[in-house]
């Protein structure tokens, strides 16, 4: 009888512990196919990218190339790059209050009486469970600002030091701090049980309007108690080890295309060792001049550049960095094996933004590039304006094994071929 290996199977010998790769043992018993999972990483850059320097005028597979398309004319064939995509009443207090939004679709962003809802991480999150030692991962280049939300509409905090991150994911703990974390999770437990049965006290002797407003207290208590359950499941499992140098911060904020490419260049150690299958990544204004040479305004007021060529050829160097980050990305996750393709051939790659035109805060046709995930691509595809970005947003849900049909705006899955 042929025997199987766990997907977590390692090598123990003397305190080493080694994650094996994927080998033909791990698939079922009785020669069963076994697939990598689907996992989807989403990348926005917040400030947009020049409108002029990315849309072709060619539809379909002959699209002519554009100086922002260029620098990604190797990967050709492992994206698609869609126009029309938008959602609808991104119009917000503030001009860039669209960021808080990309993820969600929530409609009239920071305007009286909002409400965030769920993101599209967080719902793919909650629906595979404790699959993996981290439910999502929400990375951000300059400050914990992130676009992923939780049901309660509360935003979940980005990790900006790369080096901590690696130490999360990569580096186990010596026993004494094991134990300390126990004892923290199981200290969080007790508050928190505490805490509940102090909130039922208090909702007996509440009227009908305070118990909705409590209603949102217990989702947070239920919320926080099962990460904790989880977190508790997971903290006795060696994490994976890796052949990859822990990376080294870069403190600079002056540096957007370093920390950027650093927070990126986690996304194929991540999906290598399956430890999460939900990714964000938010390129920040860093509210300063960039350090790329030719640049000399600040990166925030050339993305407002009122028509002004020289600013515009600024804009234009700063964003073909973060379009190289990307195309770097591709490339990285194309020379990754695993099973009988690669890891892009299993990872959903959404890289755009919540701002189709930066100059004016327009938050409609939005730059979205799908990458990998099995999807037909080396397109350019120009949908109805004002088709839903929530349409995708299904799509790469249901590629993940995720049973929806709907999610925000959504009028239904987004179809290409």
Request: with cysteine; hydrophobic share 35%; proline share 6%.
């Amino acid at each position: 009888m042929k025997t199987s290996l766990n997907r977590r199977s390692v090598l123990r010998a003397a305190g080493i512990t080694v994650a094996l790769p994927w080998l033909e043992a791990m698939n079922p018993a009785f020669g069963a196919s076994f697939a990598p999972p689907q996992r989807s990483v989403f990348i926005c850059t917040a400030l947009g990218l020049h409108p002029k320097s990315l849309w072709p005028k060619t539809m379909g597979r002959d699209y002519e190339v554009t100086p922002y398309l260029k620098l990604l004319e190797e990967h050709r064939e492992d994206f698609t790059l869609f126009s029309g995509l938008q959602h609808e009443d991104q119009t917000g207090r503030q001009p860039h209050d669209s960021e808080m939004t990309f993820l969600t679709a929530a409609r009239k962003p920071g305007m009286g009486g909002f409400r965030n809802t769920i993101s599209i991480d967080q719902l793919a999150a909650s629906q595979l469970g404790s699959v993996t030692r981290f439910p999502s991962i929400n990375m951000g280049t300059m400050k914990s600002q992130s676009q992923s939300y939780t049901s309660g509409g509360v935003m979940i905090p980005a990790a900006t030091s790369p080096s901590k991150l690696f130490a999360e994911l990569f580096l186990n703990g010596s026993p004494a701090d094991l134990q300390a974390q126990k004892r923290k999770l199981d200290d969080g437990k007790s508050i928190l049980d505490e805490l509940g049965s102090q909130a039922k006290l208090l909702r007996r002797k509440s009227s009908v309007s305070d118990n909705h407003l409590l209603d949102d207290y217990f989702d947070s208590i239920r919320t926080a108690e099962k990460n904790i359950t989880v977190a508790q499941s997971w903290i006795d499992k060696p994490k994976p080890e890796i052949e990859a140098s822990p990376p080294r911060d870069i403190p600079t904020t002056a540096d957007i295309i370093g920390r950027a490419q650093l927070l990126i260049d986690l996304v194929p150690l991540i999906s290598q060792t399956d430890s999460t299958r939900v990714v964000t990544i938010m390129i920040q204004d860093h509210y300063v001049v960039p350090s790329i040479e030719g640049v000399i305004g600040n990166h925030h007021n050339l993305s407002h550049h009122g028509q002004d060529p020289r600013k515009i050829e600024q804009l234009q160097l700063i964003e073909s960095k973060i379009v190289e980050c990307f195309g770097r990305l591709l490339g990285k996750m194309k020379s990754k094996q695993e099973a009988d393709g690669t890891l892009l051939d299993r990872t959903s790659i959404l890289f755009g933004s919540n701002l189709g035109n930066a100059n004016a805060h327009h938050a409609n046709n939005l730059p979205i590039f799908l990458a990998g995930g099995g999807f037909p691509h080396g397109q350019y595809i120009a949908k109805e304006k004002g088709t839903p970005l929530c349409n995708l947003f299904v799509t790469m849900l249901q590629r993940m094994g995720i049973e929806v049909d709907a999610f925000s705006q959504s009028t239904g899955a987004l179809s290409w071929s």
